[in-house]
């Protein structure tokens, strides 16, 4: 177990209660005892430890072949999103994962209902799906400029009750239903960073011309709607955080701190399934000995047999007889 395990109760936002993003420290670093220098260390071993784990789980997700799992990352920009699907996941087969991006809804996505584009990405069975950012824009950019509602065409949509946004809260929460009874775990993780990281990360990116690339001035546009998002992101956590999905609130001004938390509580959550390989029936056990006394049976193309002296090297192959290898 990784020391990181004991403080995750103090992460996942409580399916029965508030919470407040204000007693939320974004830049939370662990035991203050310990010297940054160590605390630091200690983090980016449990990632190292973490990613091994979850390649493993991941194999065992894939062979059980019953659950599925969903990842979703959700905050402000700069906040790390990237970073942590590339670390945590750096370790996993890329067959059994698969990362979606959504972005402004396109016009074919705004036919439908908001949920359709989300719906047709999710996780196979054995599968992990990573969705950056996701069904939660639709309560968060949303709700923070409630104008994009007239892009939906709804009938009799309206964004300034507070039914309308209760009824958004009421779809997720039953499509999270849906996605876990159906053996889907849901894992929810909003990357809280604190304004003034967001002002250092943006000002790296604009004095480095090696990361111009990551800035877009739409970032610092959404920068002055922080207080209207930190409570739509508030409103999201309470109405959303049920027992079977939760949200885990990861303090995101230290990226070592953020990354180290995200793989041990996806590592935690995966092994809290108990999977289990697939029993071997005692048909399948004799089936799968046949095969490997066969297997073994098998003359190896270098290797030379009694009958083979005298060939040389240029003669073609003798066929064998099914019958003599099985003899052997
Ligand atoms: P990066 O973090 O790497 O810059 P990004 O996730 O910010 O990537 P962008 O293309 O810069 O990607 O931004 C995506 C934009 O799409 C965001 O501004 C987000 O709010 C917006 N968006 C996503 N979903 C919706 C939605 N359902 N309705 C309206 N806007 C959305």
Same mark, same amino acid.
């Given at each position: 177990?990784?020391?990181?395990?004991?403080? /995750?109760?103090?992460?996942?936002?409580? *399916?029965?209660?508030?919470?407040?993003?204000?007693d939320?420290?974004?830049?939370?670093?662990?035991d203050?005892?310990?010297? !940054?220098s160590e605390?630091?260390?200690i983090?980016?071993?449990y990632?190292?430890?973490?990613?091994?784990? /979850?390649?493993?789980?991941?194999?065992l #997700?894939?062979?059980?072949?019953?659950? $599925?799992?969903?990842?979703? +990352?959700? =905050?402000?920009?700069?906040?790390?999103?990237d970073?942590?699907?590339k *670390?945590?996941?750096?370790g996993?087969?890329?067959?059994g994962?698969?990362?979606?991006?959504f972005k402004?809804?396109t016009s074919?996505? /705004?036919?439908?209902t908001f949920?359709w584009r989300?719906?047709?990405c999710?996780p196979?069975?054995?599968?992990?799906?990573i969705?950056?950012?996701?069904?939660?824009?639709?309560?968060l950019?949303?709700k923070? *400029?409630?104008?994009?509602?007239d892009?939906?065409?709804?009938?009799?949509?309206d964004?300034?009750r507070?039914?309308?946004?209760s009824?958004r809260?009421?779809d997720?929460?039953?499509?999270?239903?849906?996605?876990?009874?159906n053996?889907?775990?849901? #894992?929810?993780?909003?990357?809280?960073?604190?304004k003034?990281?967001?002002?250092r990360?943006?000002?790296?990116?604009?004095?480095d011309?090696n990361?111009?690339? !990551?800035?877009?001035?739409?970032?610092?546009?959404?920068?002055?709607?922080?207080?209207e998002?930190?409570q739509?992101f508030?409103?999201?956590?309470?109405?959303?955080?049920?027992?079977?999905?939760?949200?885990?609130?990861?303090?995101?001004?230290h990226?070592?701190? $953020?990354?180290?938390?995200?793989?041990?509580?996806?590592?935690?959550?995966?092994?809290n399934?108990?999977?289990k390989?697939?029993?071997?029936?005692?048909?399948?056990?004799?089936? +799968? #000995?046949?095969?490997?006394?066969e +297997?073994? =049976?098998e003359?190896?193309s270098?290797?030379k047999q009694p009958e083979?002296e005298?060939?040389?090297?240029?003669?073609?192959?003798q066929?064998?007889?099914?019958?003599?290898?099985?003899n *052997?």
């Amino acid at each position: 177990m990784n020391e990181l395990e004991k403080f /995750l109760d103090g992460f996942r936002v409580p *399916h029965n209660e508030s919470v407040r993003l204000r007693d939320h420290d974004p830049a939370w670093s662990g035991d203050p005892d310990l010297p !940054k220098s160590e605390r630091k260390r200690i983090a980016e071993e449990y990632l190292t430890q973490e990613v091994s784990e /979850l390649a493993k789980t991941q194999e065992l #997700l894939y062979a059980s072949d019953s659950y $599925s799992v969903l990842i979703i +990352l959700q =905050a402000m920009d700069a906040a790390g999103k990237d970073g942590t699907i590339k *670390h945590v996941m750096s370790g996993v087969n890329p067959q059994g994962c698969q990362v979606f991006s959504f972005k402004v809804p396109t016009s074919e996505e /705004l036919d439908h209902t908001f949920l359709w584009r989300y719906m047709k990405c999710m996780p196979e069975r054995g599968r992990i799906g990573i969705f950056n950012r996701s069904y939660y824009e639709d309560v968060l950019v949303v709700k923070v *400029h409630p104008n994009l509602i007239d892009g939906h065409r709804l009938p009799g949509a309206d964004p300034t009750r507070k039914d309308f946004w209760s009824g958004r809260y009421d779809d997720i929460n039953e499509l999270e239903k849906h996605l876990t009874r159906n053996g889907t775990l849901v #894992l929810k993780f909003f990357l809280n960073l604190s304004k003034d990281e967001q002002k250092r990360r943006f000002l790296k990116r604009l004095k480095d011309p090696n990361r111009n690339w !990551k800035f877009s001035p739409a970032d610092v546009a959404e920068r002055a709607y922080w207080d209207e998002y930190q409570q739509a992101f508030e409103d999201m956590l309470n109405a959303t955080s049920s027992k079977a999905a939760p949200w885990y609130v990861i303090p995101a001004d230290h990226k070592w701190v $953020s990354r180290a938390l995200v793989s041990t509580i996806i590592c935690q959550s995966v092994r809290n399934l108990g999977l289990k390989y697939p029993e071997v029936t005692p048909d399948r056990k004799q089936q +799968l #000995l046949d095969i490997e006394r066969e +297997l073994e =049976a098998e003359r190896s193309s270098g290797e030379k047999q009694p009958e083979d002296e005298g060939h040389s090297e240029a003669e073609p192959d003798q066929p064998k007889s099914k019958k003599s290898k099985k003899n *052997h």
